[in-house]
């Protein structure tokens, strides 16, 4: 049986292949639109042998699976097939029963960015709680572990030469399309995986170490991290201050730092997601805020 974890994220995953799906239908299909991976292919053989792509891509994933079961966990396993199983039950019957009749030919750039959109929030979702589409993310691992092949390059030379195949039944235009849409979806697929909210690390290096972390600790509620550094030139030994705050925080912080101490190395880094005891960085601000209250 399944814990109620596992049962949300297969819920998810079903959610994210439905997403996907929806716009593959009334986006790729209804507007000659290719695709990458596994996917675009199944559009090939739909263009030139009209066959379901939900079929095909149900049928080419199953010596996919029999093949790489053994390089993925039971739990990614079972994840992925419902990934891709779904995502292939959803092509059919969205095919049959959604496909909406929207005349968008003629704003070929709008067809792309919303392909885009639909892929990246559905195949990001299907990421995030741990599941695949199949296809080409099994055959990358295939072949990162049997001839040492970087994922990352096989999938996007996977890509180009499925992309490239699209000119058997599209001309170069909406070849050109499909590559803007196949980029656009990638950036969206990170953000909706890695989450929307961007804090901002933040590393300084400063002859008043004391002073700027009792300030960013009491005035700005921040906690601050001391870490032991070495200089690489001359040898001596200092302490590196590492503190995460949000995005509109940062110039607040700098000023702070640079009125204290204008000569300190301050360097600043995104970070996607920030989970301090089960709680969101500003969930335990709030916390901490009222605890120093008391």
Known sequence: MFSSIQLKNILLILCGSAIYALGVVNLNIANDLSEGGLTGLTLIIFALFNI??????????????????KLVGHRMLIYTIVGAASFSLFLSIFRQYLMFDIP??????????????FKGVGVGV????????????????IGNKYFGWSMGKTLFIIDIMIITSSLLYLNYREVMYTLVSVFIASRVIDIV???????????IISEKNDAIANKLAYDMNRGVTLWGGKGGYTGAQKEVLYCVVNRNEIFRLKSTINHIDPSAFI???????????GYSLDEHRNLWKIDKEK
């Open 104 to 117: 968008l030919k003629d704003d070929m750039i709008l067809v792309a960015l919303f392909a885009a959109v």
């Open 193 to 203: 995986q890695q989450g929307a909210y961007t804090a901002k690390s933040v590393m």
């Open 52 to 69: 379901d792509p939900g079929l095909s891509n149900l049928l080419i994933n199953i010596p996919l699976f029999l093949v790489g079961w």
């Open 126 to 141: 299907i990421f995030r709680y741990g599941g695949t589409t199949g296809g080409t993310d099994i055959a990358a691992r």
């Open 267 to 277: 360097a600043v880094s995104d970070v996607h997601e920030v989970s301090i005891q």
